[in-house]
């Protein structure tokens, strides 16, 4: 951005606080002021706060609201048949290329007290691997039984794609080819006072945030990395989060219900612990698939029961869905389509004496799953929540490192369990995805041996 652009835009606006600051800064903290701005579209958050000024007090969602349509784990034969025919399909466009993996990964780990990208922080119960390495393992382990190379595409933020990319040079992209591994970053959105002011963050920035998960649609076709995977034949995109070490990130079974099903965009749904658990909600609105944050779905809708007492709209997001190349591309066709969502924070800034000040300020960002309502088909599907949704997002508590370990060592002790070896209680057990992708890989490898546990295992 040049400054004659800046004046422009500044005094459209009327934001004459941020020019008074820039004019009193040093030539080279201007420059710093202005390459700062790279990247950011000024014009759009002005856009952004109109509408919802002109929105105040309508319902975020409004209309006829039933429990989604979800393709339930199989109890029948005939379902168990089903998902049989489902996997065998996704295991076919697995090998034949159409698939590629996306890890948004913009977040540092202040939450968890982790100085550091979120995907660097150690995880895993015995050996400590970061979240990272257990994606790639995973991927390098599906691109062996699968005898194909899984593109991984990872989401970064403006304020950690430089320590990503170092994190994964400086571990060799933990065996994954170079050329394997595309980095791309998340846009990013001023905040902006509830007056449409912008807000300093010091004297040379302004305050800005990530435009959310929503975002790296935007940004995956902005890159050019979309193209580039359409043009190398890949059809299908595994999207997920980084902080949940137990999602499965090249799933055959849940590739094959999203072609069966013919659907643009798919998801993973599990059964809401209790009326309180802060997930997105899987619903049908005014007949058409969709997902409902938590902060933004009506309480009698949150704790609706159903006549045997049970939730009634039990199917919670878990942030893992399968996305359509060309559904994607289609998104971004005239502009970006997904509608921004604003959230209300206080934010620290510098008042016009220079003195620290907090402001009210409004913040804007996009949701990934907004984009079931513009796809022509959607699929939700079941899955169990021990297997594959242990989310690490607070340092203590409820989805934390200390359940997250506890989940990693069920779901593997379970997995000998099923082979036949005991367990003893308290043992910690962890299995290297290299050296069994899942249950029925390790009792085929386990099957004949006589193996004994009596402490902390690690399979690899």
Request: net charge neutral; aromatic share 8%; proline share 4%.
């Amino acid at each position: 951005m040049t400054e004659t652009t800046l004046f422009e835009i500044l005094k459209k606006y009327n934001q004459q606080h941020i020019t008074d600051n820039y004019v009193n800064l040093t030539g080279e903290k201007q420059k710093q002021f202005l390459e700062g701005l790279h990247g950011v579209n000024l014009d759009l958050v002005f856009k952004i706060h109109e509408n919802f000024v002109h929105k105040k007090g309508l319902p975020v969602h409004s209309g006829n609201i039933r429990p989604a349509s979800v393709i339930s784990i199989p109890k029948t034969k005939e379902e168990k048949v089903q998902r049989e025919k489902a996997k065998q399909l996704g295991e076919s466009l697995i090998r034949k290329h159409e698939t590629a993996v996306s890890i948004v990964a913009g977040g540092q780990g202040s939450r968890l007290d982790f100085d550091g990208p979120k995907g660097t922080f150690p995880v895993s119960p015995i050996k400590k691997k970061t979240l990272f390495q257990l994606f790639c393992e995973s991927i390098r382990a599906s691109s062996i039984r699968y005898d194909t190379e899984i593109p991984l595409l990872i989401m970064t933020s403006h304020e950690n794609h430089h320590d990503t990319v170092k994190f994964f040079n400086d571990h060799k992209f933990f065996g994954l080819d170079r050329e394997q591994v595309h980095f791309f970053q998340q846009g990013r959105l001023p905040s902006i006072t509830p007056q449409g002011k912008l807000i300093l963050k010091d004297e040379t920035n302004i305050f800005e945030n990530p435009d959310g998960h929503g975002g790296s649609l935007k940004a995956l076709h902005d890159s050019g990395l979309l193209t580039r995977l359409i043009n190398k034949g890949v059809t299908e995109l595994f999207y997920c989060q980084v902080d949940n070490p137990l999602a499965t990130v090249v799933d055959p079974l849940f590739l094959g219900y999203h072609r069966m099903e013919n659907a643009e965009i798919s998801t993973k749904a599990v059964r809401r612990k209790s009326i309180d658990e802060k997930v997105g909600v899987c619903v049908s609105l005014n007949d058409k698939s969709a997902i409902i944050e938590y902060s933004e779905m009506e309480a009698k809708d949150m704790c609706a029961l159903d006549e045997n007492g049970n939730i009634l709209y039990w199917a919670g997001n878990t942030a893992i869905h399968m996305l359509n190349l060309g559904f994607i591309k289609r998104l971004n066709y005239h502009g970006f389509a997904l509608p921004y969502h604003r959230a209300v924070k206080h934010i620290d800034t510098i008042a016009q004496d220079g003195k620290k000040a907090k402001v009210i300020g409004w913040k804007f960002e996009t949701f990934v799953f907004d984009a079931i309502s513009f796809a022509q088909k959607a699929c939700f599907v079941e899955v169990a929540r021990e297997e594959e949704f242990s989310p690490v997002k607070n340092k203590e508590g409820v989805d934390s490192p200390e359940t997250a370990h506890a989940d990693m060592v069920n779901l593997h002790k379970g997995w000998l369990e099923s082979a036949g070896v005991a367990v003893p209680p308290g043992i910690k057990i962890e299995i290297n995805p290299l050296f069994a992708l899942d249950r029925e890989e390790l009792s085929t490898k386990l099957k004949g041996k006589n193996i004994e546990i009596r402490e902390d295992a690690y399979f690899g």
